[in-house]
């Protein structure tokens, strides 16, 4: 099994900035991708960055350019680092870890969830 715990969220004006952490625990080494999502009220929950083994990323068109995903296996975290905030990012974001369960499975694993607030 695997633990996520998120951290950093917070109220920032827009134009500012928030970096956003996760702390993965259990069973690190079969965590094949790690990435956050983030959902506001009334809509569907959306990615917003992801990274997986090989170091490969994606990011949400909405937030190419404005954010940078960063992934420490030594020290199992993920790390979000946002940038030039609008209000329409404000939502709560989850960190999301896809693991490897059998040779043929992968499970989800998601945190609490940090909201972040942008003010205008």
């Known amino acids: 099994q695997v633990q996520l715990v998120e951290s950093g969220g917070g109220l920032v004006q827009a134009g500012g900035s928030l970096t956003l952490s996760c702390a993965a625990s259990g069973s690190t080494n079969t965590i094949i991708g790690i990435g956050w999502y983030r959902q506001a009220p009334g809509k569907q929950r959306e990615l917003v960055a992801d990274?997986?083994?090989?170091?490969?990323?994606n990011y949400a068109d909405s937030m190419r350019g404005r954010c940078t995903i960063f992934r420490d296996n030594a020290k199992n975290t993920v790390t979000l680092q946002m940038n030039s905030l609008k209000p329409e990012d404000t939502a709560v974001y989850y960190c999301?870890?896809?693991?490897?369960?059998?040779?043929?499975?992968?499970?989800?694993?998601w945190g609490q969830g940090t909201q972040v607030t942008v003010s205008s």
């Open positions: 990274i997986n083994s090989a170091g490969r990323r």
């Open positions: 999301k870890a896809d693991a490897q369960s059998s040779t043929w499975y992968t499970y989800q694993y």
